[in-house]
Each structure stands twice: as structure tokens, then as C-alpha cells.
């Protein structure tokens, strides 16, 4: 039992100095902003229990800018990736029930943006635009 305590204990102390280690600053560079996600267009469900919104990163690679979008539970304990194409997506918006999200997408080569709709309970896009 003792043993344990001390294991515990020296567990415990371990990862309190961890968190007390302190993090070596340095200026803000230039690429540091490419690392920056920009958050847009939150919207609330007709039940108001998830937020959704749009979730642009930058992929220095490709010299592009990519939108995702994520939905997140009112009390931020769940989040969920609702789409992840290199289309970029936006514009997400509840049906009235609740059930449905549309969005914005210029997917499968589309010149121009169209209307996608998922349902959100499974989280996949259907195959065609509406």
C-alpha cells in the first residue's frame, strides 16, 4: 500500500514540474501566421444545443487556403468534423429541424460554388448537389 502511495506520489510530483517547465519564448516570425486558423460563420442549431462553423487553415505547400466545416456541442465537451475535402467548404447552415446542414462547396470540378446538403446525424455529404 505504501508503495503504491509513493508511486502515485512521485507520479503526481513528475508531472507537476513537467507543468511548471517553462516554455522558451521567441519573436513572432513571419511563417508563424501561415500556422494561425481562422474561425468564421458560427451558427446556431434550431435547438441550440451545437454551433457550426467554418474552420480555414493554410497549406504553405500548395500556397492555398482550405475551409472546413466543424460543429461543436454549446458546452465545447464535443466537436465534430462535419467535412474534410480539399474543396473547402462554407456557409454552413441548420435546417429548420435541425436534422440537415447546407453548405457551399465547389466540389467534383464545379467552376462555382454549389448548395450540398448532409444530414447531420450521420455526417457525410450526399453525392450530389441540391
Not at 11 to 17: M, N, W
Not at 24 to 28: A, H, N
Not at 99 to 103: L, M, R, V
Given at each position: 500500500m505504501n508503495r503504491s502511495i509513493s508511486l502515485f506520489l512521485l507520479?503526481?510530483?513528475?508531472?507537476?514540474?513537467l507543468a511548471q517547465t517553462p516554455v522558451?519564448?521567441?519573436?513572432?516570425m513571419p511563417k508563424d501566421i501561415y500556422r494561425l486558423q481562422t474561425i468564421s460563420d458560427p451558427q446556431v442549431s434550431p435547438d441550440g444545443k451545437w454551433i457550426s462553423y467554418g474552420l480555414s487553415t493554410v497549406d504553405t505547400t500548395k500556397d492555398k487556403r482550405n475551409a472546413d466545416l466543424w460543429m461543436v456541442s454549446w458546452d465545447g465537451k464535443e466537436s465534430v468534423q462535419l467535412t474534410n475535402s480539399p474543396d473547402g467548404e462554407s456557409r454552413a447552415r441548420f435546417s429548420p429541424d435541425g436534422?440537415?446542414?447546407?453548405?457551399v462547396s465547389a466540389r467534383?470540378?464545379?467552376t462555382k460554388g454549389q448548395i450540398w446538403l448532409?444530414?447531420?446525424r450521420v455526417v457525410k455529404p450526399k453525392n450530389s448537389p441540391i
Open positions: 507520479t503526481l510530483s513528475t508531472f507537476a514540474s522558451k519564448k521567441r519573436p513572432m436534422k440537415y446542414i447546407s453548405f467534383q470540378g464545379a448532409m444530414d447531420r
